[in-house]
């Protein structure tokens, strides 16, 4: 098993926007299966307790300049200025289980030609009341364009849990705005040369109101369209 050591090299970026429901459990759950990350919290002028819980959590907190999740994680990709070797993408909602990271950690240990694993949603672990039916049609038609368009075969390739090799990240400057940073990051991996690993994960039902909307789904096929281009 994948051990961190005193000084854990990990670092777990989390964007945030009223999530005070979730963020406590979010942060508390990968100090306890990751030992010692640095955690990075970007907050989207939160108008409830996100802030407060995220630095009693002894998270570094960042109130984001711009808007969207693409931007909040852009942001803090600038605040890096530590050793790091793995960095840890996931929601502030408590839907995705933390439990898996140390594995998804192992894989990139073990294989050196993986740049980022990702937690794939879409399995017998997903409970019903986790996922409305519309979200669930929606991220697999999404999955078959992004397979067609792009070239990049993912099962789940919209999933907000990833471990990403600081080699892969380091200088990326993402185009992506909102919640279609995960599509240029998959292009941006397969770009440096590396693959990509999917790992079978559980999905909890959101805490909070949930952010993800029709139109941001437009956006998503957009940046495909866009990737696909500059791959053409």
Known sequence: MWSMGFRSPVLAIVAAMNEEEGIGLTLSELKRHLGKPWI????GKSSD???????????????????GKGDAIAQALKQVDRDIKYVVLTDADYTYPAKYVPRMIEILEKHPKVGMVCGNRFNHHLEVTAMRNTFYLGN?????????????????????????????????????????????????????????????????PRLGQKKLQLKHGVVILKRMLLESAHHA
């Open 140 to 204: 697999r038609l999404l999955a078959c364009a992004h397979s067609l368009l792009n070239g990049v075969d993912m099962r789940d390739p919209l999933t907000g849990l990833r471990v990403i090799r600081w080699d892969v990240l380091k200088n990326w400057v993402p185009k992506s705005k909102d919640f279609d940073i995960e599509v240029e990051l998959n292009h941006l991996v397969e770009r440096k040369g590396y693959g990509i690993k999917e790992i079978d994960i559980s999905y909890r």
């Open 49 to 67: 307790r996100t802030v407060e819980v995220a630095k009693d959590l002894d998270a570094d907190v960042f109130l984001q300049e711009g808007l």
């Open 40 to 43: 990075i919290v970007v907050d």
